[in-house]
C-alpha cells in the first residue's frame, strides 16, 4: 500500500473519502515557481541561523522555524488555502463548532538526519482527548521535492484505525514521496514521522496544521503573531489564528486599558475594529445549557 495522489483540481469528496481510509492523501503540483520562491525568500533568513534540533523527536540534523503567519506572507496564502480549510471545515467540525490553526512549522531536514520516531500528533495533548474526536488536520508543504531519499514523511496508511498498542512493522511504512508545489494532508491520528536523509541536499516543508477551535494550539498564534503584526493581517486569517471566539464566551478579552467600557468581555476582533462575532448572541439559553453536556 503506498501514500495515494489527487490532481490538483480534486473534489473535496475524494480527499475527505481518502482521509477516511487512509488518513493521509498528497495532491500533486498546487503551488508555482513564482510561490516557491517567494516562500524560500521569506524563510532563508529565519532558517539560516535557526540552531539544529537537540533530540531524537526534534533531530540533530533538522532545523525548524515557526510563527510562519508572522514571518511569511506567502505562507498566509497556504494557511487560506481554500480547499485545506474546506477539508479543515469537514473533517474538524463533526466536534467542533469551529476550526483554527494550530502549528505553523517550516522543517528543513538536512543530510545526514536519521528517522524521526514515529508517533500520532494527536499525542500533544497527552492521549486525554477520546479517539472519536478527531484532533488535527495537517498539511506538509513542499518547498523541495520529498523523497524517500532525502527525508520525505513516513507515514502509516490506515493507522488511525489501528489499536493503540499495535507497532509498525517495517515493510508497512509509506513515504510522502512528492514534487515540490505538491501538499501532503494527514490527520492528527496517523502513525508517521520525518525520514531519513541520506541525500547530498535539504529537505524542506512548510508544516501548517488545524485543530477544533476548542482546543489549545501547539503553536501560541498570539505570541508568535502578536497584535502589533497580526493587525497588518486580514480578518480572515486573524480569525483563523483564534484572534476570535470559538464559542459564545470562549476566547473572549478584555483591554486592561480601557476604562469605558467598550472593550470588556469582547471578541478579540474587536480589537481590530472588526464588527464580525459569530458568536455574538445565544440562541436560545436553552440550547446552550443542552450543548454543556456530552454530544453523542
Ligand atoms: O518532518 C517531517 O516530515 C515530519 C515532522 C513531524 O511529524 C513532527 O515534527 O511532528
Ligand atoms: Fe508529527
Redesign the pocket.
Known amino acids: 500500500m503506498g501514500i495515494r495522489h489527487l490532481n490538483a483540481d480534486t473534489s473535496i469528496e475524494e480527499v475527505m473519502e481518502i482521509i477516511d481510509q487512509d488518513a493521509g492523501v498528497i495532491i500533486d503540483n498546487v503551488l508555482n515557481q513564482s510561490q516557491l520562491n517567494k516562500i524560500r525568500e521569506e524563510l532563508d533568513p529565519f532558517l539560516v541561523n535557526t540552531k539544529k534540533g537537540q533530540d531524537d523527536?526534534?533531530g540533530y540534523n533538522?532545523r525548524r522555524v515557526g510563527a510562519l503567519m508572522a514571518r511569511s506572507p506567502e505562507c498566509r496564502v497556504l494557511a487560506l488555502d481554500p480547499l485545506i480549510n474546506d477539508v479543515s471545515k469537514k473533517f474538524l467540525e463533526p466536534h467542533s463548532d469551529g476550526y483554527q490553526l494550530h502549528f505553523t512549522s517550516a522543517?528543513d531536514?538536512a543530510p545526514g538526519e536519521s528517522e524521526?520516531i514515529l508517533?500520532r500528533?494527536r499525542g500533544v495533548w497527552g492521549g486525554y482527548i477520546p479517539r472519536k474526536i478527531e484532533t488535527q488536520l495537517s498539511t506538509?508543504w513542499a518547498i523541495t521535492d520529498f523523497t524517500k531519499e532525502n527525508?520525505?514523511?513516513q507515514v502509516l496508511p490506515g493507522s488511525h484505525k489501528w489499536d493503540r498498542n499495535r507497532e509498525p512493522l517495517e515493510e508497512e511504512i509509506c513515504f510522502a514521496e512528492m514534487k515540490k508545489g505538491s501538499v501532503f494532508i494527514y490527520t492528527g491520528s496517523v502513525i508517521?514521522?520525518?525520514?531519513a536523509n541520506n541525500s547530498d541536499k535539504n529537505r524542506l516543508?512548510v508544516?501548517l496544521h488545524y485543530a477544533p477551535s476548542w482546543l489549545r494550539q501547539e503553536e501560541n498564534q498570539y505570541l508568535s503573531c502578536p497584535p502589533h503584526i497580526a493587525k497588518d493581517l486580514t480578518p480572515e486569517l486573524r480569525a483563523l489564528m483564534g484572534y476570535s471566539k470559538g464559542g459564545y464566551v470562549l476566547g473572549f478579552y478584555s483591554d486592561p486599558e480601557d476604562k469605558n467600557g467598550e472593550l470588556e468581555s469582547v471578541s478579540p476582533e474587536k480589537m481590530f475594529g472588526d464588527s464580525k462575532d459569530k458568536y455574538g448572541f445565544i440562541n436560545s439559553a436553552d440550547k446552550l445549557v443542552s450543548n454543556s453536556s456530552e454530544r453523542k
Not at 508517521?192 to 525520514?195: F, T, V
Open positions: 523527536f526534534t533538522t522543517i531536514i524521526q508517533h500528533d506538509v527525508g520525505a514523511t508517521h514521522g520525518g525520514g516543508g508544516f
